[in-house]
């Protein structure tokens, strides 16, 4: 069974609407972390977090709020949707180890029209 | 900051033949850890292989690789590519200094064909 679970699979969201990806996470890890993933970029990290109720900024932070309310769900939140936020996003989590494994969900794509 | 290039963005092998990924990285700190990551398509990205040992040569899958810390380099090499090798390669660095935050390059697809 997945460890790490996101929802939706697929979300198609309209320009200026609010779109919140959410994350689950079974493996009782305190890192989590929200990347998108485009080609020609890689995998870019957008916001992370060390535990319930801490989120922090990542390299492209711009535009997305996250929440951390328990150590299992993470949540990536986009208040005024954008067509340039037209991506797969990935949630991760991660031991908090200075060399951890990050687990990765399924991914997310997510098209703003 | 810490960065990570992959110079290659696409890579044509024929099944066989020997496979080399490359990656250097820039880092200010002086213990970085270095990660390959691959992704299946249609699949999320997993670890492939890891190390924070200079010199030292480590294996998983029939990949490897090794962290030279005096060229900041950390190379994916495999002797013989197969077909079920074609995926995106992604090599990634974190460090002491930034704790577990990690960064990836590009990535590199590698397809192989028969």
């Known amino acids: 069974e997945a460890a790490v679970t996101q929802s939706p699979r697929n979300k198609v969201a309209v320009t200026g609407g609010k779109v919140t990806l959410s994350c689950n996470q079974t493996?009782?890890?305190?890192?989590m972390y929200w990347y998108r993933q485009d080609t020609g970029h890689g995998l870019r990290l957008i916001h992370y977090?060390?535990?319930?109720?801490?989120?922090e900024k990542g390299d492209i932070p711009d535009g997305y709020k996250a929440s951390r309310p328990s150590q299992e769900n993470f949540s990536l939140i986009l208040e005024l949707a954008t067509p340039s936020q037209t991506s797969v996003y990935f949630c991760?989590?991660?031991?908090?180890?200075?060399?951890?494994?990050?687990?990765f969900g399924s991914g997310t794509r997510l098209t703003v029209l | 900051g810490d960065s990570v290039t992959q110079t290659e963005g696409l890579v044509t092998l024929t099944e066989g033949l020997p496979v080399m990924l490359n990656c250097t990285y820039q880092?200010?700190?002086?213990?970085?850890?270095l990660f390959w990551y691959v992704q299946h398509l249609n699949e999320s990205p997993r670890l492939l292989l890891k190390?924070?040992?200079?010199?030292k040569r480590t294996e998983h899958q029939g990949f490897h690789a090794t962290l030279h810390k005096s060229s900041s380099s950390f190379h994916l090499q495999k002797s013989s590519a197969q077909l079920s090798d074609s995926a995106l390669y992604y090599c990634a660095l974190s460090d002491l200094g930034t704790g577990s935050k990690l960064s990836f390059g590009k990535g590199a697809k590698l397809t192989v064909s028969p």
């Open positions: 190390s924070f040992t200079d010199n």
């Open positions: 977090s060390y535990g319930a109720g801490s989120t």
């Open positions: 880092t200010i700190y002086s213990n970085p850890f």
């Open positions: 991760a989590s991660g031991e908090g180890l200075g060399a951890e494994t990050l687990y």
């Open positions: 493996n009782n890890h305190n890192n």
